[in-house]
């Protein structure tokens, strides 16, 4: 997504609001790709006079893969970003040892923003609701819906000595 500061440039101090929308962005995350959709983007533009300041937030669907029970689902994601970009070339550049934003002739393309804030909101461990049960170890069945009679052999090893201990002592 770009923002146009043709106008805004001219003048320091000017602020200008700025919208828009991506319909669908794919990004991959550690093999996995990703799909968010409906992304929002919105926000304000300010000539500060040696660069633009932005301040945005964006808002958009992820598909995600449950981590536990491998189901596909859509969460709510959002973030907010502040950046100053500056023009490329032009004097002003200041480097405060991060990342330094520029752009070229009058647009701003907010897309690496964007795609770095969306793959920050996205959770390490996805989960389809927070009490997923998951899948049975054994016979690979989802917990969430089905009932199975593995469970008892997929137990700790500890918990097996235990459930041994009780069957001896049921015997007396
Ligand atoms: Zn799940
Ligand atoms: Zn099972």
Redesign the pocket.
Same mark, same amino acid.
């Given at each position: 997504m770009k923002i146009y500061v043709s106008e805004l440039r001219k003048t320091k101090g000017r602020t200008e609001q700025f919208s828009g929308n991506i319909p669908s962005l794919s990004i991959e995350l550690q093999g996995i790709e990703v799909n968010f959709r409906d992304i929002d983007v919105s926000g304000n533009a300010t000539n500060t006079g040696n660069g633009i300041y932005i301040k945005g937030k964006v808002k958009a669907m992820a598909d995600c893969t449950c981590s536990l029970c491998l189901a596909p689902f859509s969460l709510e994601v959002q973030f907010l970003f502040e950046e100053t970009y500056y023009r490329q070339g032009e004097q002003g550049v200041q480097s405060s040892g991060g990342i330094v934003r520029t752009y070229q002739g009058d647009e701003i393309d907010l897309s690496d923003v964007i795609r770095e804030g969306l793959i920050l909101t996205l959770p390490m461990k996805p989960l389809c609701r927070p009490d997923c049960k998951g899948l *049975?170890p054994? *016979?690979g069945?989802d917990l969430n819906y089905q009932h *199975?009679s593995?469970?008892p052999q997929a137990l700790d090893p500890r918990l097996a000595v235990l459930k041994d201990f009780f069957k001896e002592t049921n015997k007396n």
């Open positions: *049975c054994v *016979c069945c *199975c593995c469970l």
